[in-house]
């Protein structure tokens, strides 16, 4: 028997601040012990595609985004920040992101929780696993997909999709605290 579905999330209206970085981080940025990490290519050929942006959030209510020049992958606090093993990485379908980031930034990020695996873990009632069914059903928010696209390699990032990706990527802090918690790898 399937467990019984948990009550709606009502969340309350996230104001979220952008904070725009070009190829690193600022000295001195201190995101604390867990950090909700997204990349954006140009694509999903990790040979062939681009590394544009990474996106960064400590579960509050501001977003860092690192956008990349073309070759501008010198970016010294961001691989710290990845290299630095008292910080957990928090993703949704980690494989990708992690590879981008190992072949355009050289460092490994560990260690890592991937809210994909852990539903597939602690979810073995459903098949539906994406970052948009869990919000649903676990937060009880819906995600629209339609007004999250952006020309990531351009030379400006267009507002109203930043601001629905850190949207994204601040709803993955309150889903850690759900089963499946303590699954890293």
Known sequence: MPAPPLPPWNPPVLVLDIQLHHNDLPDGLDLGDMIAVDSETM???????????????????TCHLVQFTIG????????????DPSVT?????????????????GVTCRPVYCTKVASKLARTFTDRHSL????????????SKQQQSSDWG???????AVALRGVRRALLAPAESHPGRNVRT
């Open 89 to 105: 990485k928090l993703f949704h379908f980690a494989r990708f992101d992690l590879a981008m980031i190992q072949r355009y930034l």
């Open 43 to 61: 694509g999903l050929n990790v040979t062939r595609d681009r590394l544009c942006l990474v996106q960064l959030s400590a579960g509050d209510e």
């Open 132 to 143: 948009r069914d869990l919000c649903r059903e676990l937060l009880g928010v819906d995600l």
């Open 72 to 83: 501008g992958y010198d970016a010294p606090n961001l691989k710290g920040l990845f290299g």
């Open 154 to 160: 351009g030379s400006r990032t267009e507002r109203p």
